[in-house]
Nanobody
Framework: QVQLVQSGGGSVQTGGSLRLSCAAS?????MGWFRQAPGKEREGLAS???????TYAASVKGRFTISRDNAKTTLYLQMNSLKPEDTGIYFC????????????????WGQGTQVTVSS
């Protein structure tokens, strides 16, 4: 059983930056970030596995950077050039698979944190 505890988030203006963190109780093979915007399905944004292979959704590629610490237990999401459409609840996720960018891959979820981008 993996427990995920998130921190970070908040409110920022368009063009600003935020950093999210997620501490895992273990070192899952794959960790990622999902976002659920108001009235929309939860979508995968970025994932990274223990081989440091990263995958990004087209909507965030070039603006967001996912990373893990050396122990592979803390996950980060650096979000730059934020837009109002980035507003939503952000979830940390983990899976014992090599990729984890779709909900059906995920075995563990963080508690979620709100990110609000104002214009």
């Amino acid at each position: 059983q993996v427990q995920l505890v998130q921190s970070g988030g908040g409110s920022v203006q368009t063009g600003g930056s935020l950093r999210l963190s997620c501490a895992a109780s273990g070192s899952p093979i794959c960790m990622g970030w999902f976002r659920q915007a108001p009235g929309k399905e939860r979508e995968g944004l970025a994932s990274i596995n223990v081989r440091e292979t990263t995958t990004y959704a087209a909507s965030v590629k070039g603006r967001f950077t996912i990373s893990r610490d050396n122990a592979k237990t803390t996950l980060y999401l650096q979000m730059n050039s934020l837009k109002p459409e980035d507003t939503g609840i952000y979830f940390c996720a983990a899976a014992d698979k090599w990729t984890c960018l779709i909900q059906t891959d995920i075995g563990y979820w963080g508690q979620g944190t709100q990110v609000t981008v104002s214009s």
